[in-house]
C-alpha cells in the first residue's frame, strides 16, 4: 500500500553534514560523555606527544620497518643517546633525509624512533591487562587483521606496540582516516572550502582494552532526524536466537530504551548519526561500542540507505506508525540472500596496500628477506 509522503518529509537520501558532526563520531569526542556504558579505551594524542609528524612519516614512509623498541610487552633497554628522542633517521650516513627509503636494497634500513607512543601503548597495555584493540580517529584496521597471528581472542590482539604498528601500517582502511577529503566525507561545506587540498586530519591512536567479542550480541543502530529508525544485526550471519519474535522484541526494547536514556540526549553529533552497540549476555542492557556519522561510507549492512530513508518517511506520514520504530533486520533463513558464507569479509582488503606496493619491482625473495630484516631488526633491538 503506497503511502502518501508529506511535503516536509523530502528528505535526501544523506544529510548534510557539518564537520563538528563528523568530529562528534572520534573517540576522543565521546568517550568522556559515554566512559561508564562503552569499553574502557585510551586515546593517544600524538601531536601532544611530539611525535605525530614522525609517526606520520613512519606510516607513510614506502618501508616496512617498524619504530626502534616497539616489539615486546615490556620497555625494552632504551635507545641510546644518539638516537635523538623521536627523530626519524636513516642508518645510512651517506643520506639522512626520510627519501633514502626509495634507496637501493643494498642500503641499510630507514630507522624510525617513537619512543614517547611506545611508552604510550605499554601503558594502555598494562592499564587492560596485557592486550589492546587498536583504532585511528575513527577507524579500526580490520582490513589487516590477517597480518597477526591468529589466536582463540579474536582479530586485532595487541599485546606489543610492534603489534599495534604492524596492524596501522597494513591496513588500507585506517588510511582513510588520514585523508581529509575522506575524513570529512558528507561534509560539503568542507571539501568545497577553499583551501582543502593544505588540509590535514589530526591524527589520535585509540587503544580499546581487548574484550572476547561475540558476534551474535553486535548490532548497528540508525538515527535520522532524532528518531531511530532501525537496527541490524552486524554480524550477518544466521543464529538461531533471533528466529525467536520474542526475544527480537527484547532487543528492540533494550536498544529503544538504552538510546533515549542514554544517547538521545547526550550524543554531540546532531541528529544524524549511527551507532553500534554490544549487548549484554542476557539482551537486556547494552554497551557502546562505536558512533558513525551517518553517510554513506558507512555499511549499512541488512538495510539499504533507501530503505531508511523510505522507513522514515514513511513512519512520518502516519502518526501510530512511528511506534513500531526501530525496525530489526535480521538473517531469518541460511539461505538469506544478505547472509554471510564463509569468505573472508574483507576480501578486496586482504593485501596491504604497502605490500602491493613493495613487493612491485622485487621478486619474492627480495621481499621475504626485507622482511625478515625488519623483523629480525626488531628483535635484537
Ligand atoms: N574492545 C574490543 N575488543 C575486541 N574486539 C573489538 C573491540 N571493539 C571492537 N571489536 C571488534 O572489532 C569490530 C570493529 O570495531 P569498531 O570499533 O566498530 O571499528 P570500526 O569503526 O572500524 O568498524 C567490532 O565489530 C568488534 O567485533
Ligand atoms: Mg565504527
Known sequence: MPIPIPQQMDLELFPTLTKSQIDAARTSAWYDTFEDITFPSTVIDL???????NFLHWLEADSIFLPEGSQGRYQPEPVTSDAGPSRPRSRSSSNASSSSSTSSSSEAA?????????????????????????????TAPKDAAFILPQTASGPLHCTSPADVYLLLKSSDFIS?????????????????????????????????????????????????????????????????????????????????????????????????????????PNLDSARIMDF????????????????LLSILQS??????????????RYIDSKAHPGANTNAPTYQSNMMPIEMIELSQGRNMQEFKEAWDEALAQGMTE
Open 47 to 53: 601531536a601532544e606527544l611530539g611525535e605525530e609528524s
Open 110 to 138: 630507514p630507522t624510525y624512533y617513537l619512543p614517547r607512543t611506545n611508552a604510550a601503548i605499554r601503558d594502555a597495555l598494562e592499564k587492560y591487562g596485557g592486550s589492546v584493540f587498536p583504532k585511528l580517529n575513527w
Open 176 to 280: 582513510h582516516d588520514l585523508e581529509y577529503k575522506r575524513a570529512y566525507l558528507g561534509c560539503q561545506r568542507e571539501l568545497d572550502s577553499e583551501d582543502v587540498e593544505a588540509k590535514r586530519v589530526e591524527v589520535e591512536l585509540v587503544l580499546k582494552k581487548f574484550e572476547d567479542i561475540s558476534p551474535s550480541r553486535e548490532i548497528r543502530c540508525f538515527v535520522r532526524n532524532n528518531i531511530l529508525i532501525g537496527i541490524t544485526q552486524r554480524d550477518t550471519v544466521f543464529y538461531d536466537h533471533l528466529q525467536s519474535e520474542e526475544t527480537r522484541d527484547l532487543i528492540t526494547r533494550t536498544v529503544r530504551e538504552f538510546w533515549e536514556d542514554e544517547i538521545r540526549e547526550n550524543y554531540a553529533g546532531g541528529d544524524d548519526y549511527i551507532f553500534d552497540l554490544y549487548l549484554s
Open 292 to 307: 558513525q556519522p551517518y553517510r554513506s561510507s558507512v555499511d549499512p549492512l541488512l538495510f539499504s540507505y533507501e530503505d
Open 315 to 328: 513512519s512520518n506520514s502516519i502518526d501510530t506508525e512511528s511506534a513500531r520504530l526501530p525496525i530489526l
